[in-house]
Structure formats: C-alpha cells, structure tokens
C-alpha cells in the first residue's frame, strides 16, 4: 500500500519540558493504525501536531502527508488540509461541539467552507451525513443542538462533521471512551464500515487493547514521549517485544476472586424504588415521565453491587436515589435507618455515611483548592469539633491509605495525573469512615495501568474497612473484576441480577447477553 502519513524524528517541546521524543511511524492509505500508552505518554499530542491544532507546543520533525511537509506549512495551507484532508473526532462531543449552534449548522459549515456548497445544498448533504452515521430521524435531529441528544448520537454527529469532505486521514482520539458497550460497538463498526467505504486511512488514539485487537491493522504503543514498539497487532499482541507493551498487555482487570463469606444481613436494602420527572408538553401541560421503576435491591456490608446498562437505562439516576440525591418513592435504608424519613439536618448527619466518587475527578474537585483543603472539607462539616492539627492528621493517613504522599497537600489538582486525581476523590470519600461508597464509572478515563491500580486499591480499602460499593460501570471487565452481585437495568427497570459468577457464565436475559457479546468479546 501507498504511504499517506510519515511522522519522523518529531519532537515537541512545552517551554522547556520536552514532551515528545524522536517520534516516528507511519499510516498506508486506507490502513488502520492505533496509537496506545499510558496517559501522559504522548498520545493527544502527537496527533494534535499531525494538524499542529496547539500554539503553545513547538515542534520541530518531518510531518509528510502524502509527500507534502506539514510541518512549518503557512496558516492558509493549514486551513485548507484541516477537515479536508486530514479530520479529526475528539474524546468528548460535548466539549468539541459548539453548544450554541445546531448539529446541522455546525456539519454545514464544514460543507460550505471547503466545498463550496450553498446553504440548501450543505444542509442536504448534512442530513445524508447523518442518516450515513445511523442517526434516525435526521431531518428532525438536524435542528437540535449538542445537549438535546445523547453521548452516542453526539458522537455520531462529531463522525458525520469529520467525515464531511471525504478526507483521506481520520484521527480518532478516544472516540468511544465516555460510551456504552452497545453504543461503543456500534461506533466501532460504523468506523470500520465507512473507513472501507471510503478507504480512508485511520489514526486510531486509545488506552483500550481490546478495541485495538478489534479494529486496527497496527498498532504504535508510546511511553513517556517515545515510541518504544510498532508493528502489526497480532505480531505486537501475540510477541510483545518491549517489557512496557507486556505490562499494557497484562493490565486487563483481574476477575474477583469470590471467596465464601458468611450470610450478612443487607447494610443497604431498596424496595419498590420510583424516580419520575414532570416534563411541560406546551404552553400549559405537564406530563410525568417515569425513568425508573420497581426496583429492589440489597447489598451486605463489604460487598460489591455492580450496576450495568447502557445510557439512558436509569444506573446514574438509580445511584442518585439511593443516596437521597434524587427525590424517589419507594423504601431505602442503611443499617436499618430509613433514609425516606430523614429531612433537613437529619439528613446531613447522614450523608456522612455515605459518599460519592464520580466518573471524572478534575470536574469533580475544585480547582480552586489545595488537596488538602479538598480531602478535609467533609471533616470540617462533619466534626467541627476537631482541631485544625486533628484535621491535617487525619488527612495525612487518608492520603496515605490511598498511595499519596502528604507533600501533595498543598498542591491543585491540575498538577496531578488522571489515577492520581481518581485516589484523590477516593480519599474525599474515604476520611469520614463511610459505611457505603457510590463509584460512578470511577475508572472509564483511566488508562489500563492506572485503571487496574485504582481497582486494586479500592478492593483493598473494601477489605480492611469493610466497605459496601454501588459501583456503576458500562465496562463489564471492571464488573467481573469488583462485584459480588450485578443488577442489570433496561429502560429504568430491572432485568436480571444475581451473583456476578453466575451472571457471567451463564445470562438469563437476551438483553444481558447483548451487553456481554459488546462488552467481552476478544477479552
């Protein structure tokens, strides 16, 4: 095949921290190649170079596309190659879209500014763009901006705007991170299916080995700003030959080992639970839209329940209810306190008893506090009675627990790493001795490593302090490596659950199969 892209000896500096390191590889016309490795490795920086899209960054190398040196190319030639050339789908829609225009303007505009086409004609083929990406209804959703569709459909749309021009390189930079199993799958086949379609060539950026068995032709694997092993999947997969690429290899979450444990009576028991929303329909209606329904479940001290489905089942709602964050019918309680009856101060007392770890830490901890301020917050309201020199003891071995060194007390959160920030959300959670954790897809931005270290750490913690976990997950790798119950929701209602074991092997329900055959296959 005919080489499209030649990156070589390409080297980038922020300031004087050099970031990325000789860095060299290629992509064939119509080839898939995927670019892995650790977070901070290297991986968004080296394709945001390919369209040099960072002022801050400076690069010095070969970037060839097609023979043409990109690197030092004038703004105007630039312009044209962005989106024509060479596209480019982020990590997250939500972000990368323009909240203020309509997905049809935005796809339009792409239209319009590289091939000329007038407003009736670019909102045309915006819609076949859309239908192209298995977007229904695409005359309706023509018209809607970025929040009124879901993570799968925001995605669908970013694919239908990258792949307006036909270009002859695609980067894809985690395009199926924040997404279901079911929407994940579905994403990858639609890539696959217009990458031949279109023989273009695709960039493939992602931490997930298992979608890179699954998708690519090659694979590139970075470490720490360097290149330290290419070449075909199955040969790299197969015969790995640098000690990095096997311990990638071998980061796969563990399966739990689910040891007997003696019959305890529920720490957390749901009955019947309900959660409805009253949506205006016109000038004067109101209409309730029930989300969730009929749900019970229990879960013993120091034991695992895994919540799954794909978005828009009701986890995240589910999770919310039981911890008193969402008004909902239906009976709750934690050690026999029924939380139902608590309001106001009551309630805040409570809440001690059970804490949240949300999907991404950097939005989830303030950017204007210390670590330290952050992880003692909960015990200033909490324990007013505590000394400021109480507190920062408390502090120091909470961190501890979690693998931080108390230096980082008087540091922010940018100036961690994503697993760093994760453990310190963790230790947030952590110092005021709950009884019962909620982890909301606490490792899906994590990278393999740092993702089978956080589950080590949080299965460790669960073991000494006899934590009970709500862990809320679309990779049901992470499942199978932390429950010991999985409760599997569907349209707000619960479908299956049973012991995490028995689930696995043996699914009674076609829809809990589905997410199975998604979620593990080529695991």
Sequence with gaps: METLLTVAALNAHFGRQQVLSSVGFSVAAGEKVALVGESGSGKTVTAQALLQLNPDVRLSGS??????????????????????????????????????????????????????????EARAEAIRLLLRTGISEAADKIDSYPFQLSGGQRQRAMIAMALACQPRL????????????????????LLDELQQELGMAVLFITHDLNLVRRFADKVVVMRGGLVVESGKVAQVFRQPAHPYTA?????R???????????????LLARNLAVSYVQKSGLLRRREQTVLQDVSLSVP?????GIVG????GKTTLGLALLRLLPCRGEISLDDVDLQGLRGGALRRARKDFQVVFQDPFAALSPRM????????????????????????QVVATLAEVGLHHECMERYPHEFSGGQRQRIAIARALILKP????????????????????????????????LSYLFISHDLAVIRAVAHQVLVLQGGRVVEQGAAGQLFAAPRQAYTRQLLAAALADS
């Design 63 to 120: 970037i060839r596309l097609a023979g043409e040196e990109l690197l030092g190319a004038g703004e105007k030639r630039l312009r044209q190659i962005r989106g024509r050339d060479i596209a480019m789908i982020f990590q997250e829609p939500m972000h990368a879209l323009n909240p203020l225009f309509t997905i049809g303007r935005q796809i339009g505009e792409t239209l319009t500014l590289h091939l000329g086409l007038n407003a009736r």
């Design 170 to 189: 695609l980067i894809a930079d985690e395009p199926t991170t924040a997404l279901d199993v079911t929407v994940q799958a579905q994403i990858l086949q």
């Design 253 to 267: 979450p563990d399966v739990l080992d689910e040891e007997a444990a003696p019959v305890m009576p529920p720490r």
């Design 301 to 305: 001290a120091g034991r695992t329940l």
């Design 435 to 466: 009884k019962l954790l909620l982890l909301d897809e606490p490792t899906s931005a994590l990278d393999a490593t740092l993702q089978k270290q956080v589950l080590q750490l949080l299965r460790s913690l669960q073991r000494k302090y006899g």
């Design 370 to 393: 210390t670590v330290g301020q952050i992880v003692a917050e909960g015990l200033e309201r909490h324990q007013p009675q505590l000394s400021h020199a109480e507190i920062r003891q």
């Design 310 to 313: 794909e978005s828009g089942s």
């Design 247 to 251: 311990e990638l290899l071998a980061s």
